[in-house]
């Protein structure tokens, strides 16, 4: 029996065809909506909560029109570096600082927009209210005085 070797042409058949997927999955991660990002963000971490999905969507679309400049800085500067090998550790670990500093930003923002902070019950239902701007409303502690 003659044992069986691949060729040259089915070599690069195997490495274009691994390439070619690879480069579409990429392509997808890259080409995810905003919105999407976002909504995957607030359900990772605020899973637990009971939000409406239009409460989401709407401070969705409210943040990005008020911070899509910090939104665009979040996705632009891990895809500089995805090209360029990491010289050292510290590149990964500012880009992963970098991240969750964006994404408990985001989920700061949200908390404070809704009434979670307002409600004596934490099972009911959280609705949001408006976004978050500490120049108009201030304090959210209920129990400062205010007067």
């Not at 010289?87 to 500012?94: E, F, K, P, Q, Y």
Request: charged share 20%; with cysteine.
């Amino acid at each position: 029996m003659k044992k069986r070797s691949i060729s040259r042409r089915g070599f690069l058949k195997v490495i274009l065809s691994v390439t070619l997927i690879s480069w579409s999955y990429l392509h997808f991660i890259r080409r995810l909506s905003p919105e999407r990002h976002l909504y995957s963000i607030l359900e990772k971490h605020l899973g637990y909560l009971q939000i409406s999905t239009q409460d989401k969507a709407q401070f969705i679309n409210e943040y990005l029109d008020q911070y899509s400049y910090q939104y665009r800085i979040y996705i632009n500067e891990p895809r500089k570096a995805w090209w360029k090998p990491p010289i050292n550790s510290r590149l990964s670990i500012a880009h992963t600082k970098a991240v969750s500093k964006f994404e408990s930003e985001l989920i700061n923002t949200f908390l404070l927009s809704t009434d979670l902070f307002f409600k004596s019950k934490r099972d009911s239902q959280i609705s949001y209210l408006a976004l978050y701007n500490p120049y108009v409303i201030g304090c959210h502690n209920p129990f400062a005085n205010l007067s």
